[in-house]
């Protein structure tokens, strides 16, 4: 039996055990690599303005080569007429790997099932498979719509089974969402293991996590998922902090408190770039902590803002 991974353990409900190491000399996570993997979030544009700033962040972004972009989906950008626009237009003028976020929120099954394949038409090289946000006030999606993330990596596999032929060239990669700081709608943690343990056997080939504001919160998040079974590699979605209104407004969004330290620090800022450089000098610190643990890649939500993206990774020398 591997002593770093113990593998008897049968439900994440168990009782978790311990990492036998000493931290001091070993990383949480795995081996630091020689090289970071690297991916960025985009956001389909809202309005026809935001389309010429676009290519200039597309071509910035490629100068990273990074591992691959993810292309959000929601209502404000048109579901997935949006995603769809621009990964054809990533897969077009770009070799950047596009991935499409897919939510059950987005369509029916069968709906979402011709998405899927005009998203493979358009070049998509993988999905990160979402249940998304319950609609305001319901406590279920309507019929017809998937339920869960685990039912949408169903349907993909069985798309992708269906498309055989045409991905000779390379299997999808299935991406899923998952919760240093727990999901709202979760009872508790151990619920959040089963679910990413679910996903994981249903074919995920790697997590991304939900924004977090502490290093800590993500490294004690992976260890946890590490001895509950979880082997995916937990990409940490990393989100540079500009100003304490966006943190806060982040927060909001992702159902996540924002600890008293971060907002403390950005308050104590008396003007707007010194707020600036407080939230930028904590990600980056936040950031090169992981990355100094071990961990294998960072996901970065640019918010579609290059300068940002750009200011964080000189932080962080990449
Ligand atoms: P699930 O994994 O399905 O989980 C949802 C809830 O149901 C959880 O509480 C879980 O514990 C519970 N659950 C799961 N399976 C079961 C089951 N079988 N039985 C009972 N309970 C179960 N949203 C968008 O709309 N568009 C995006 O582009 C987008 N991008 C995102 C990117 C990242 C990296 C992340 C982390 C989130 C993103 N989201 C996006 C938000 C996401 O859709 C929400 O957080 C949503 O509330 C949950 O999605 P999920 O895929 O984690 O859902």
Redesign the pocket.
């Known amino acids: 039996m591997n002593e770093r991974f113990p593998s008897t353990r049968l439900s994440a409900s168990a009782p978790l055990d311990r990492l036998d190491e000493d931290p001091a000399t070993e990383p949480v996570l795995r081996p630091a690599r020689s090289r970071t993997a690297l991916s960025f979030?985009l956001i389909p544009p809202r309005h026809d303005a935001d389309t010429a700033l676009l290519d200039t962040l597309i071509a910035g972004l490629a100068e990273y080569n990074p591992d691959y972009v993810?292309v959000?989906?929601?209502r404000r950008s048109d579901w997935l007429e949006g995603t769809a626009a621009l990964i054809s237009r990533i897969a077009e003028t770009t070799d950047l790997k596009p991935i499409a976020?897919l939510?059950?929120?987005?369509g029916t099954r069968d709906e979402l099932t011709v998405w899927i394949r005009t998203l493979i038409d358009a070049g998509v090289r993988g999905f990160?498979?979402?249940?998304?946000?319950?609609p305001e006030g319901e406590a279920k999606l309507p019929d017809g719509y998937l339920?869960?993330?685990?039912d949408l990596l169903n349907l993909i596999n069985e798309v992708q089974e269906e498309q055989a032929f045409r991905l000779a060239a390379g299997k999808l990669a299935l991406s899923?969402?998952?919760?240093p700081s727990g999901?709202?709608?979760?009872k508790n943690a151990d619920?959040?293991l089963d679910?990413l343990l679910?996903?994981q056997r249903l074919g995920a080939d790697f997590a991304?996590?939900?924004l977090f504001f502490e290093a800590e919160d993500y490294l004690s998040f992976v260890e946890k998922s590490r001895l509950a079974g979880v082997r995916i590699p937990l990409i940490p979605?990393i989100m540079p902090m500009t100003s304490l209104r966006r943190v806060e407004r982040m927060g909001v969004l992702?159902g996540i408190k924002v600890p008293e330290c971060v907002t403390r620090r950005l308050s104590d800022a008396s003007t707007a770039e010194e707020e600036y450089e407080i939230g930028m000098q904590m990600s980056a610190d936040l950031t090169r902590t992981i990355v100094d643990a071990g961990t294998g890649g960072l996901?970065i939500y640019t918010h579609n803002n290059l300068a940002v993206t750009r200011d964080l990774l000189s932080r962080i020398d990449i």
């Open positions: 979030e993810s959000t989906s929601s976020h939510a059950c929120t987005a990160l498979a979402l249940r998304g946000d319950l339920p869960y993330a685990t899923v969402a998952c919760y999901h709202a709608e979760s619920m959040d679910v679910a996903k991304i996590t939900q979605g992702s996901h």
